[in-house]
């Protein structure tokens, strides 16, 4: 581990490059064993709390979504003693009810990504972790009660939902997206299930909030999603996405738990360590360390 730490992660997605609530600050640049990064980690404190901010895409947002090293991002979080991960995304809308400029805390994901690593195991090391409910359910209610206490004017705040994470970097087709909302589920977006598996297999608590920018393509009486669209709406979401994680940070600070996520290895590990090649436990020391 690093000497810096901090408990707190912010995962920033579009149009949430930086924290203004951030002092003391200081620019980490790690390098991990699966690479750098996506952008330099931001460690700052908020109201007295500790707190290590990324932006997802890079400041300048110069990454796609299958592009961003996110082994390297959670691994990093996780060299700094980061226990609660909180990812603010923007997503579209898959749900009348759910409008832009909403904030959706989604309790389930949906898979339709393609070409990104999404564990840290192989190599001679077997993992499966429990993933049933992929969120860790008290950081999400910490989220969900620290937005709704702003009483944000014109905004509903949805404490459930599923997101589907689609490959990108191409929005949906309407086919896609209607079939998607016969599903059930209510929000779509490119990055966040990777993350939580990632998140997960590091024994970190994750939530996402997610910030509604459109209806993506299937409202017949809206005009199907773009990027002046999203943009538009991002700039609105990011001033109140800042509230909300000064909230959360708040509450985190005051009343810390520990979550299922923080022991997720334990009964998920199937591979004798004692077996593994030297060279592949160097590589997961920060999570495999309390099993060595």
Not at 69 to 98: D, Q, W
Not at 132 to 148: R, T, Y
Not at 176 to 198: C, V
Not at 274 to 286: M, N, W
Request: glycine letters at 6%; a negative charge; aromatic letters at 6%.
């Amino acid at each position: 581990m690093t000497q810096a730490q901090a408990t707190i992660g912010i995962l920033g997605g579009s149009g949430l490059y930086h924290m203004e609530a951030l002092e003391d600050i200081e620019e980490l640049h790690l390098t991990t064993p699966f690479g750098d990064p996506s952008d330099a980690i931001i460690l700052g404190t908020i109201d007295g709390a500790r707190v290590a901010f990324l932006a997802r895409h890079g400041r300048g947002h110069h990454m796609l979504p299958s592009e961003l090293p996110y082994r390297a991002n959670i691994y990093a979080m996780k060299l700094l003693g980061v226990k609660y991960l909180i990812s603010a995304s923007a997503v579209g809308s898959l749900k009348a009810e759910v409008k832009p400029l909403d904030i959706v805390v989604p309790d389930q994901f949906i898979d339709r990504t393609k070409n990104r690593p999404s564990t840290f195991f192989g190599k001679g090391v077997v993992a499966h972790i429990t993933f049933g409910d992929p969120v860790c359910p008290q950081l999400a209610s910490v989220v969900s009660d620290a937005a709704k206490s702003l009483e944000l004017p014109d905004i509903t705040i949805h404490d459930r939902g599923t997101y589907v994470c689609m490959e990108g970097p191409a929005f949906s087709t309407r086919a896609e997206s209607n079939l998607y909302r016969s599903w059930g589920a209510s929000t779509i977006g490119m990055t966040n299930l990777t993350e939580a598996k990632l998140a997960r297999e590091a024994e970190i608590a994750y939530a996402t909030m997610a910030l509604v920018t459109d209806y993506d393509c299937w409202h017949d009486e809206v005009e199907a999603v773009s990027v002046e669209m999203v943009i538009e709406n991002l700039n609105h979401n990011a001033e109140n996405a800042q509230k909300v994680i000064r909230e959360i940070v708040q509450r985190l600070q005051a009343n810390p738990f520990e979550s299922i996520a923080h022991t997720a290895l334990k009964t998920a590990l199937f591979t004798r360590l004692e077996t593994v090649d030297p060279k592949t436990l160097d590589s997961l020391q920060a999570i495999l360390q309390p099993y060595l």
